[in-house]
């Protein structure tokens, strides 16, 4: 197995509670003694909280819960959702990060978390990863108010590991694990979801064998993983023993292809059959102009209704066209087939739509009972539609249809993330 284990300097940063230290950052508040959440209140007590601050998650607040389930307490600050200030941060913190590493030895995980790769800059700074690790910490915190931690590996795995295990708990919010660190720090973990890469699915299968700590899995025969899980199976048992072989600088020659278009939304409030064909007419113009900018036609249409609470249930259908396209007429008369085949009446809360089986946009088929000229007169209509509004906004162009009261669209589009901007 040793000639499997990487040796480089990698470190996994992540920024504390991002969305309410920012919160804090804008009102010049420490997130280590301010009681604060971020959660839209304005929508419902069921509302999800999306970031609470280091100082509530000391007092047992969970990190990700409903309103209703915070604490009964007057000092809690609510901040309504700021998605674009949030990304804003986020841009400013990746600008510092090159500041210290290229392009290429950075690898972006999520809004809040970044992989960089020190291995060549260390004799650069004539300085440890971890002492590079703490500059860029110090500068973080300094420019942006926004405090972090690091985990530091010879993988990405690893760096990863420490981050999520120790850093969190570390006086200087930093963790250094090599491979000797693993019988003593990884194998005793338990449960095994707590493990990065491990869903609560896989621990419920994993306990099954007879697994129960990350040790267990170290130590259980390879042949059988791999003959119950496949190729999984096998990196679940190599990453027991924190083995990666990623590279950050190659995984810039990836470019993920995207299999499927859609969307989905939760209404603020329960709708009906009439004011829920507006909002699947509202839901097909975004999805149809997705597929237009990623040059895709779908073969097949999914619609997914999910009730109210207090009724519960919903159906998830699809129906497979003759024909690829990403017209809005043809995806929301399929919409509307499958919404009057399988609707019950019921007051519903969630619409998603989805397409799949997509080919290239430039695949044509020949059909015989459509007018081709109509066909690509309609479609220039709906690219020129999509320029206007990629040029001068979401809401320049928008259906008379989307002045009903139980139109949503003006409103999701002053959103990101589906939250305020």
Known sequence: MEELKLHREIICIDLKSFYASVECALR????????????????????????????????????????????????????????????????RILEIYLKYVSFEDMHIYSVDEVFLDLTSYTSYYQ??????????????????????????????????????IESKKS????????????????????PLSKMWGIGINMERNLNRLGIHTVGDLAHYPL??????????????????????????????????????????????????GDDVAQIILEMTDTVTKRLREGKKKAYTINLGISYSKDTKGGFNRQLTLTFPTNNEAEIYNSCMELFDTFYDGSPIRKVTIRTTNLVEEYYIQLNLFKDMNKVITEHKIQSSIDNIKFRYGKNTVLRASSLLSSSTVQARNKMVGGHNA
């Not at 998650?57 to 990700?64: A, P």
């Not at 910490?137 to 420490?162: E, Q, R, V």
């Not at 006086?171 to 338990?190: C, E, R, V």
């Open 28 to 91: 010049g508040l420490n997130p280590f003694t301010t009681p604060l959440v971020v959660a839209d209140r304005t929508r419902s007590n069921g509302s999800v909280v999306l970031a609470v601050t280091p100082y509530l998650k000391l007092r047992g607040v969970k990190g990700r819960c409903r309103v209703y389930e915070l604490p009964n307490d007057p000092s809690i600050i609510f901040a309504k959702p700021r998605m674009q200030k949030y990304l804003e941060f986020s841009t």
């Open 127 to 164: 300085k440890t990863a971890e002492e590079i690790a703490e500059m860029i910490l110090k500068d973080i915190l300094l420019s942006t108010k926004i405090p972090a931690t690091c985990g530091i590996g010879p993988n990405m795995l690893m760096s990863k590991l420490a981050l999520d």
């Open 171 to 190: 006086p200087t919010f930093i963790a250094n694990w090599d491979y000797s660190d693993i019988p003593y720090k990884l194998w005793p973990i338990t």
């Open 223 to 272: 042949e059988r993983l791999v003959k119950f899980y496949g190729i999984m199976g096998a990196e679940l048992y190599y990453h027991s023993h924190g083995i990666d072989m990623s590279i950050i600088s190659e995984k810039l020659a990836y470019k993920p292809v995207n299999k499927s278009y859609g969307m989905g939304q939760t209404l603020f409030h329960d709708y009906y």
